[in-house]
Nanobody, 127 residues
Framework: QVQLVESGGGLVQGGGSLRLSCVASGRTFSTHTMGWFRQAPGKEREFVAAISRSGGDTYLGDSVKGRFTISRDNAESTVYLQMNSLKSEDTAVYYC????????????????????WGRGTQVTVSS
């Protein structure tokens, strides 16, 4: 069982930056692919970014490429989402997710692939 706790959300002006963190419990963090998703009111949960268990491979959604970066620190059991040049359309609840990846550095984009979820952190970008 993995428990995930997000932090770092808040209110920011358009063009600003935020860094989200997600701390995982347990000793198996380094065997999990990690992902970030977001959900705006009235919309489906959307893929934002994923990072392989070693951190060697990353994938970003088209809407955030060039602005967001995902990284991880396996020693600290933490995954980060650095968000720059924020836009009003980035306003959403951001969720951290973990997917067991026993066979290597594999990236997953589909939300149904993930095994564990955090409760989310609100990001609001004012225009």
């Amino acid at each position: 069982q993995v428990q995930l706790v997000e932090s770092g959300g808040g209110l920011v002006q358009g063009g600003g930056s935020l860094r989200l963190s997600c701390v995982a419990s347990g000793r198996t963090f380094s065997t999990h692919t990690m992902g970030w998703f977001r959900q705006a009111p009235g919309k489906e949960r959307e893929f934002v970014a994923a990072i392989s268990r070693s951190g060697g491979d990353t994938y970003l959604g088209d809407s955030v490429k060039g602005r967001f970066t995902i990284s991880r620190d396996n020693a600290e059991s933490t995954v980060y989402l650095q968000m720059n040049s924020l836009k009003s359309e980035d306003t959403a609840v951001y969720y951290c997710a973990a997917k067991r990846a026993p066979f290597g550095d594999i990236l997953y984009r589909g939300r149904n692939a993930y095994d564990y979820w955090g409760r989310g952190t609100q990001v609001t970008v004012s225009s």
